[in-house]
T-cell receptor
Framework: QKEVEQDPGPLSVPEGAIVSLNCTYSNSAFQYFMWYRQYSRKGPELLMYTYSSGNKEDGRFTAQVDKSSKYISLFIRDSQPSDSATYLCAMTFRMEYGNKLVFGAGTILRVKS | SQTIHQWPATLVQPVGSPLSLECTVEGTSNPNLYWYRQAAGRGLQLLFYSVGIGQISSEVPQNLSASRPQDRQFILSSKKLLLSDSGFYLC????????????FGPGTRLLVL
């Protein structure tokens, strides 16, 4: 079993739709939860990170963490064609040097105009 | 502001040839530095990390090595490339005291033929 599970998609939605992206994890030691956006042939870009259970909002993006269910989500409101990308969830746990990131495989999102 | 550079952007190399990929960070001091590899359709795999000059830790045994000759320079090397070394190589940094958030460079796409 992978430590972080993420549906690879692709997820195809019309412009303006609400998008829900999800990850589940098995390691209860994970402390920080992040979402990265990666455009084709580019490096991942940090979108949001959160530490505690609950919701965190930033513009059209809302990150949700449920530690009791080991489940995290990213919601995108009013989706735009420019949101078309691969979305990677990532989680950290403590190592001697700091924190190690464990990534999901990524979900491909396509927003059609 | 901080920026991270990687070069080259794309590289095609024959099997058995050497490799040197370079990463530099600007606008910060004493960063933690990381090398990841991303295979097609898969998440990011941590290869090496460094907490300071000359300090390298390896996450997985492999055909690659890393070095950090200067505070903001991180180099990924191989003496003899294998076909399985093909992939997208990403360098990342995190700030001292903010190790939960890592920021990625633009990546190097390596094709070994």
């Amino acid at each position: 079993q992978k430590e972080v599970e993420q549906d690879p998609g692709p997820l195809s939605v019309p412009e303006g739709a609400i998008v829900s992206l999800n990850c589940t994890y098995s390691n209860s030691a994970f402390q920080y939860f992040m979402w990265y956006r990666q455009y084709s042939r580019k490096g991942p870009e940090l979108l949001m990170y959160t530490y505690s259970s609950g919701n965190k909002e930033d513009g059209r993006f809302t990150a949700q963490v449920d530690k009791s269910s080991k489940y995290i989500s990213l919601f995108i409101r009013d989706s735009q064609p420019s949101d078309s990308a691969t979305y990677l969830c990532a989680m950290t746990f403590r190592m001697e040097y700091g924190n190690k990131l464990v990534f999901g495989a990524g979900t491909i999102l396509r927003v059609k105009s | 502001s901080q920026t991270i550079h990687q070069w080259p952007a794309t590289l095609v190399q024959p099997v058995g040839s050497p490799l040197s990929l370079e990463c530099t960070v600007e606008g910060t001091s004493n960063p933690n530095l990381y090398w990841y590899r991303q295979a097609a359709g898969r998440g990011l795999q941590l290869l090496f990390y460094s907490v300071g000059i000359g300090q390298i830790s390896s996450e997985v045994p492999q055909n690659l090595s890393a070095s950090r000759p200067q505070d903001r320079q991180f180099i990924l090397s191989s003496k003899k490339l294998l076909l399985s070394d093909s992939g997208f190589y990403l360098c990342a940094w995190s700030a001292w005291g903010r190790r939960e958030t890592q920021y990625f460079g633009p990546g190097t796409r390596l094709l070994v033929l």
